[in-house]
């Protein structure tokens, strides 16, 4: 079968490689998205283990059109009778860039008629539109004049991975910061800081990812358990074999924020993942922090946007630089900004840069080597 999985722009190489490891075929990134071909099994493990992919998706028909009508005419060759039933409820996602439509959730209404009318011929009785808590939901993608139908075997993103309670005020996306931590290069055996952990996001997803807990463990559904082929059996031996992989020993993991609510926020959430004993956090001033002369990854995201001001936003950035400088040799450290304009006042010199976003923001996602002492005459922590 073939299968797409969505992710997030600049994720995309980091996917593959993801989705390669848990046993994927024909592998081939994309942008914001990874083809690849696999089985039952296969669908299964990319909702259940990926952590950078949002959704996956499976295409049940591809084909060029030229009009609404020609929408209409394919959708209704699709044999929707084995994948749902005429008592079943669906909803139609469309994701349009043709100028065939004016508007782009036309196409989804198209499909839908195109749908109703297949089962009323078939089995004289239709299914029901449900946009809220649907049996099946059904993905349209139509570029230019190429259309893919498919359907979508996660419904609820797979970055809401079902552990946070408490979200801060502004939320890092977990398949993002999963992302960050993969394109790092952290080992998942030295140490990881985050000295501005907000509610929590980077350091859980570290200690997920160091544990070896499958990051669907806490999801309560999947789109495929909805599905007319879903193999209960199978699932369960899936969900069994990865979580007897768990290991919480020796994991090097803490963070720290100046913001008591969100160190609150945060001990909530690293709780409701049964990480509470894994991982320490407390309340500090980036200022105050240090690495004690343990070596390891520092990572952060400082706040920006509407959350500080301009002339702030420079101090903070200044402070800093200062504490990696002159707090956190031989480690690495790995910042994700929007605030790019700022990151001279850093005072390093990036050894990597990706773009990323956070939601609808681009942002840098900036790596520095610390050095010991003076950069000359000394080696890198990537020497030692």
């Known amino acids: 079968m073939r299968f797409i999985a969505k992710t997030l722009y600049g994720l995309e190489e980091v996917l593959a490689l ?12 994309a942008n914001r998205a990874v083809f690849f071909t696999g089985g039952l099994e ?6 259940y283990c990926s952590r950078t ?13 030229g009009s609404k009508d020609d929408l209409y005419k394919e959708c209704s060759k699709i044999p929707w009778s084995d994948f749902m039933d005429s008592d079943s409820s669906f909803s139609v996602v469309p994701v349009v860039n043709s100028k065939i439509f ?3 959730g036309f196409p989804a209404l198209v499909v839908k008629d195109a749908i109703v009318d297949y089962f009323r011929e078939k089995m004289g009785r239709r299914p029901s539109v449900d946009t809220h808590n649907p049996s099946i939901v059904i993905n349209v993608h139509i570029s230019n004049t190429r259309a893919t139908v498919s359907l979508d075997s996660t419904v609820t993103p797979l970055y809401k991975r079902g552990y946070k309670s408490e979200h801060g005020d502004a939320p890092l996306n977990e398949a993002l910061a999963a992302g960050m931590l993969y394109l790092s290069g952290w080992d998942k055996k030295s140490y990881l800081f985050d000295p501005m952990c907000g509610s929590g996001t980077i350091i859980i997803e ?3 990812m160091a544990a070896n807990v499958p990051p669907g463990k806490f999801r309560e559904s999947f789109g495929f358990t909805r599905w007319k082929d879903y193999d209960d059996k199978l699932f369960n031996s899936i969900k ?29 959430n690293i709780a409701n993942a049964g990480l509470s004993d894994v991982i320490d956090v407390k309340m500090a001033d980036i200022k105050d922090f240090s690495t004690n002369g343990e070596r390891g990854v520092v990572i952060m995201n400082p706040p920006y946007g509407q959350r500080i001001v301009p002339e702030e936003i420079e101090e903070l950035y200044g402070t800093i630089g200062t504490v990696l400088k002159h707090k956190c040799p031989g480690n690495k450290a790995w910042i994700i900004t ?11 010199k990036p050894f ?9 923001i681009e942002c840098l996602f900036v790596g520095y080597e610390l050095y010991e002492g003076s950069k000359k005459g000394e080696k890198r922590v990537s020497d030692q």
């Open 206 to 208: 570290a200690a997920l």
């Open 352 to 360: 990597a840069k990706h773009i990323l976003y956070n939601g609808s």
């Open 42 to 47: 296969m669908m299964y493990m990319a909702n």
């Open 240 to 268: 069994e074999s990865e979580e007897a992989k768990i290991d919480k020993t020796g994991l090097k993991i803490s963070g720290s924020d100046i913001s008591g609510i969100a160190v609150k926020n945060a001990v909530e």
């Open 102 to 104: 004016e508007h782009t």
């Open 53 to 65: 992919a949002l959704s996956i998706l499976k295409p049940i028909s591809e084909f060029y059109i």
């Open 18 to 29: 993801e989705l390669q490891q848990l046993g994927a075929q024909n592998v081939k990134a």
């Open 338 to 348: 929007s605030e790019k304009i700022f990151l001279n006042k850093i005072g390093l």
